[in-house]
């Protein structure tokens, strides 16, 4: 016999107790799907009542039938190539390239992290995006 375990000195009865462990091997099961007279949605083992529109569902205990959420495909960015210096006078790039070997934030760290906390920024509202539609909002 299996029991659920509690915590040592826990005065809780036994919630659960199992004559045996759960099935190894695979288990497909049938079930009906249809809605009844009053537009509720009915899930049963048995076959409804004859002259109901029915859908048959086999069911695996080896399956994840918990689909996932589509999400939109995402448009690929385009990447920009150089460097934001290029279009700095060569006094305001000296400068730059002094202030890097310095412990100084430069210009392009600056704008690097900026691009990094916009790109975080917009992968959090995805994401908002996809637990809305989760929680059916």
Known sequence: ???????????????MTMDK????????RQVY?????????QYSDAPPPE??????ISVS??????????TEKKEE???????????????TRKTLEEAENKDTLSFERA?????????VR???NERNKQLQQVNGG
């Open 77 to 91: 960015r385009q990447v920009a190539t150089g460097s934001p210096r290029d279009g700095l006078p060569p006094e």
């Open 33 to 41: 799907k249809w809605r009844d007279a009053d537009g509720v949605l």
């Open 1 to 15: 016999m299996w029991r659920l375990p509690l915590p040592e000195g826990t005065e809780t009865p036994t919630l």
């Open 61 to 70: 205990n080896k399956t994840n039938i918990i689909q996932s959420v589509p």
């Open 111 to 119: 704008l690097n992290i900026m691009d990094e906390a916009k790109a």
């Open 51 to 56: 002259g109901v529109n029915v859908d048959v």
């Open 122 to 124: 917009d992968l959090m």
């Open 21 to 28: 462990k759960l099935p190894e091997q695979e288990v497909v």
